[in-house]
T-cell receptor, first 111, second 115 residues
Framework: RKEVEQDPGPFNVPEGATVAFNCTYS??????FFWYRQDCRKEPKLLMS???SGNEDGRFTAQLNRASQYISLLIRDSKLSDSATYLC????????????FGAGTRLFVKA | EAQVTQNPRYLITVTGKKLTVTCSQN?????MSWYRQDPGLGLRQIYY???????DKGDVPEGYKVSRKEKRNFPLILESPSPNQTSLYFC??????????????FGSGTRLTVV
């Protein structure tokens, strides 16, 4: 089993749709969680950290369920510019620095 | 501007010819890391460094070396490159766990082709 697993893609959605990405992780000691966005042939960029209580940034909402070892990202009112690959990232926090990236889920938003 | 700078952006080399990819950050980050990205395999960690003179292996360290003599620099060295090291490489840095700057900042990437 992979340490971080994401939904297989690609997701093809129309503009204005709500889309959800899911991610599971295997190491229960993991402490820090992130979502990154990567455009084709570009470097990944931090989209948002994921906090235990859940957090929102505009159209983006991230949730963490430690008991189920599950992370989610919800994008509301999708824009064409949201088309990218979304990467789930897990870090162990203090005591360890090995960072695991999910393979990513490709999103295509169409007009 | 806070950034991670990698050089070169593109490199074509021949098998066995030693090369170095440089990485520098201006954010005073303790933690730096190298990744390679291959189609279908995602980002895989090669080496990471928790501070000056402290480095450790990631998931795919074979064929690579690193050094961390200064806080801002973390070069990746391929002593004898082989075609299976053809890949897109990213350097990244981050601050200390628990702080707001704990997320990674990535360099723009180095596309390496070994023939």
């Amino acid at each position: 089993r992979k340490e971080v697993e994401q939904d297989p893609g690609p997701f093809n959605v129309p503009e204005g749709a709500t889309v959800a990405f899911n991610c599971t992780y295997s190491n229960s000691a993991s402490q820090s969680f992130f979502w990154y966005r990567q455009d084709c042939r570009k470097e990944p960029k931090l989209l948002m950290s994921v906090y235990s209580s859940g957090n929102e940034d505009g159209r983006f909402t991230a949730q963490l369920n430690r008991a189920s070892q599950y992370i989610s990202l919800l994008i509301r009112d999708s824009k064409l510019s949201d088309s990218a690959t979304y990467l789930c990232v897990v870090r162990p926090g203090t005591g360890g620095f090995k960072t695991i990236f999910g393979a990513g889920t490709r999103l295509f938003v169409k007009a | 501007e806070a950034q991670v700078t990698q050089n070169p952006r593109y490199l074509i080399t021949v098998t066995g010819k030693k090369l170095t990819v440089t990485c520098s950050q201006n954010m005073n980050h303790e933690y730096m890391s190298w990744y390679r990205q291959d189609p279908g395999l995602g980002l895989r960690q090669i080496y990471y460094s928790m501070n000056v003179e402290v480095t450790d292996k990631g998931d795919v360290p074979e064929g690579y070396k690193v050094s961390r003599k200064e806080k801002r620099n973390f070069p990746l060295i391929l002593e004898s490159p082989s075609p299976n090291q053809t890949s897109l490489y990213f350097c990244a840095s981050s601050g200390t766990p628990g702080l707001s700057n704990y997320g990674y900042t990535f360099g723009s990437g180095t596309r390496l082709t070994v023939v």
